[in-house]
C-alpha cells in the first residue's frame, strides 16, 4: 500500500455516459496528480494540483474534467468520452509540487474501457 | 524539455543472473532518478532513487548507478527472482519541473 487509493478499480462505459473517477491520499501531500497509462506509451500527465489549485493542464481533451476538492482529494469527471480513452488513469501525489526530488506515489490505478 | 529514453524494451533472464535496464535524459538539470516496478494490475511503485549528488546506491539485491556526465543512469538487478517480473519505469525530473518517465522495460525472470 502507498497511501493513495483510487475507485473504481475497473470501469466500463458507454460513449454517452458520465462518470467520475476518485482519488485519495493519507500522506499529507499538497501535490496531486492524474496521469493516462496506454498500452505501449509512456506515462502522460494530465494534470497537475499543488494545494487545490490546477497548475497544468497537458492539452487534455475538454472531455476530461479534474476537481480537487481539498488536497487529499482528486477527481477525474468523464463525458463523452471515445474508444482511445480506454486505459488505465493513475492518480500520483507528492510532497510539494515540482520540488525535483519529491517522490511520487502512485494509486493502484482504474482500468477504464470505453465501449 | 526533457526526454527520457529507456533500454531494453524488453528483457529475459534466468533465474539468478542480473538484469540491467539503462536510461539516458537530456537536461543536465535534471537532479533526481527514481524507478519504479509495476506489476499486473497495480500502479507503479517506487523501488529506488538516486540524487545527483551520489554516484551509486545500493538496497540489498537492487543498486542504480548514475553517470551525470554521460546523462545516464542504470538500474541492477542481482540474483533475480521471479518475483522480480514486471514493468520498470526510469525518470527523471529538475527543481520546478514535473517528473519525465521512461517507456517502460518488460523484465520477465525465467524459472
Known amino acids: 500500500e502507498t497511501g493513495v487509493t483510487q475507485t473504481p478499480r475497473h470501469l466500463v462505459m458507454g460513449m454517452t455516459n458520465k462518470k467520475s473517477l476518485k482519488c485519495e491520499q493519507h500522506?499529507?501531500?499538497?501535490?496531486m496528480y492524474w496521469y493516462k497509462q496506454s498500452a505501449k506509451k509512456p506515462l502522460e500527465l494530465m494534470f497537475v494540483?499543488?494545494?487545490?489549485?490546477?497548475?497544468e493542464n497537458n492539452s487534455v481533451p475538454s472531455r476530461f474534467s479534474p476537481e480537487c476538492p481539498n488536497s487529499s482529494h482528486l477527481f477525474l469527471h468523464l463525458h463523452t468520452l471515445q474508444p482511445e480513452d480506454s486505459a488505465l488513469y493513475l492518480c500520483?501525489?507528492?510532497?510539494?509540487?515540482?520540488?525535483?526530488?519529491?517522490?511520487?506515489?502512485f494509486g493502484p490505478g482504474t482500468r477504464l474501457t470505453v465501449l | 524539455g526533457e526526454n527520457v529514453e529507456q533500454h531494453p524494451s524488453t528483457l529475459s533472464v534466468q533465474e539468478g543472473d542480473s538484469a540491467v535496464i539503462k536510461c539516458t535524459y537530456s537536461?543536465?538539470?535534471?537532479?533526481?532518478f527514481p524507478w519504479y516496478k509495476q506489476e499486473l494490475g497495480k500502479g507503479p511503485q517506487l523501488i529506488i532513487d538516486?540524487?545527483?549528488?551520489?554516484g551509486e546506491k545500493k538496497d540489498q539485491r537492487i543498486a542504480v548507478t548514475l553517470n551525470k556526465t554521460a546523462k545516464h543512469f542504470s538500474l541492477h538487478i542481482t540474483e533475480t527472482q521471479p518475483e522480480d517480473s514486471a514493468v520498470y519505469f526510469c525518470?527523471?525530473?529538475?527543481?520546478?519541473?514535473?517528473?519525465?518517465f521512461g517507456p517502460g522495460t518488460r523484465l520477465s525472470v525465467l524459472p
Open positions: 500520483a501525489s507528492s510532497q510539494r509540487l515540482a520540488a525535483s526530488t519529491d517522490t511520487q506515489y
Open positions: 500522506l499529507g501531500h499538497n501535490a
Open positions: 494540483y499543488s494545494l487545490e489549485e490546477r497548475v
Open positions: 537536461d543536465s538539470a535534471s537532479n533526481y
Open positions: 538516486i540524487r545527483s549528488n551520489v
Open positions: 525518470a527523471a525530473s529538475s527543481y520546478g519541473q514535473n517528473f519525465v
